[in-house]
């Protein structure tokens, strides 16, 4: 997949910011920056989804001078020099969130300027894309319990909708019996990340009361250890994984062959290493869907793109924008999302009925 991309032309004349800011219904106002490259009367974006807002102020009046000719290939290699950093991330991984703005940006560039989209340069149509809305569940103050409400202000928005929730340990067998009558694809345990305020308990107990309880819905990061390991036992297939994977080496040193993955450009990095990744994927019979990262711009359209080229009718957690806000709007498209009609670069326009 890669090849097919790697050697189109580039022509950069400027590189420039901008920001976004947003409240969101997990309670933190969430900041991006849509890098835009120009050239020859075109621009290509991508959106920077790094989680610290301070980033992304220092960002805005920061010089990054690409002007130059490439191909998407050598200007991949070019940014490897780049100084996309006025200080260090706070964590590691926000070099391949950044990475992945500009990277995405220089392949959407290349691809209006070949006046053509990712989906010809691959090979493949735009289809249609189902997603899953992704939330936390609480209560209606920080120190009631969880409660379904959340769940069904979004099915007033739209009925038909299916879900992609975040267990804590304070679901309450009864909430887990309420939980069987809606529709949820995915159960994200959170047991690999570091983050403070995102990290979730890590407790046997609590992972086999929410397996058992939501039997179809696939498990996303567990932490595995000699505790919890057993709970998945011969539900193996039912385990699938977020936070771990980075590449195509991130697949093969996990613990056990997966059948599912969420992709998530952004923690790849290059558009060689999410292109490898996705060939890897289909070569293994391994499936994927999409992931988001609350982007606020063209990100989203990006990960709904991929979505609709490589894995169209699987829980996609690439649900439009709006379903972050902490009332949706009623306008919010449902699922699923219409491709664009006439797409260019790496394609936009996802559920826009004018497209």
């Not at 200007?75 to 020099?81: G, N």
């Not at 070099?95 to 493949?124: C, I, V």
């Not at 290493?273 to 988001?292: K, M, N, P, Q």
Request: proline share 8%; glycine share 8%; net charge negative.
């Amino acid at each position: 997949m890669y090849d097919r991309v790697a050697d189109l032309p580039l022509h950069v004349e400027d590189c420039a910011f901008e920001s976004r800011e947003r409240a969101t219904s997990s309670g933190f106002d969430r900041a991006t920056t849509t890098v835009a490259l120009s050239g020859g009367g075109e621009t290509g974006r991508g959106e920077d989804v790094t989680y610290t807002n301070e980033a992304h102020y220092a960002l805005a009046d920061h010089a990054v001078d690409l002007a130059g000719e490439y191909t998407v290939e050598s200007f991949s290699t070019a940014l490897d020099d780049a100084d996309l950093w006025p200080a260090p991330p706070d964590e590691d991984r926000f070099y391949h969130y950044r990475r992945w703005a500009f990277e995405s940006a220089a392949l959407d560039l290349a691809l209006k300027q070949a006046d053509t989209s990712l989906g010809a340069a691959l090979g493949r149509e735009y289809d249609p894309v189902s997603f899953v809305v992704s939330t936390r569940l609480a209560g209606a103050d920080d120190e009631d319990p969880p409660t379904t409400d959340r769940l069904d202000a979004l099915l007033d928005v739209h009925d038909d909708l299916a879900f992609k929730l975040d267990p804590t340990p304070d679901w309450s067998d009864d909430l887990l019996t309420a939980l069987a009558d809606y529709d949820v694809r995915v159960l994200d345990l959170k047991g690999l990340y570091e983050t403070e305020g995102v990290e979730v308990t890590v407790d046997a107990g609590f992972y086999r009361r929410v397996v058992d309880a939501l039997p179809d819905a696939l498990i996303e990061d567990p932490n595995l250890t000699d505790e919890t390991r057993p709970v998945f036992d011969g539900r193996e297939e039912r385990v699938t994984w977020d936070v771990p994977i980075t590449g195509v080496e991130s697949i093969e040193n996990l613990p056990f062959e997966p059948e599912w993955l969420n992709m998530k450009p952004s923690r790849c990095g290059t558009v060689e290493s999410v292109l490898e990744t996705i060939a890897y994927c289909e070569a293994h019979d391994v499936r994927l869907y999409g992931g988001g990262q609350f982007e606020l711009g063209v990100g989203r359209d990006h990960v709904q793109a991929l979505a609709s080229l490589c894995y169209p009718d699987a829980p996609n957690d690439v649900a439009p924008g709006g379903y972050n806000d902490p009332d949706p709007s009623p306008d919010v498209p449902a699922s699923p999302l219409a491709p664009p009609s006439d797409p260019s670069g790496i394609g936009v326009g996802f559920g826009d009925p004018d497209n």
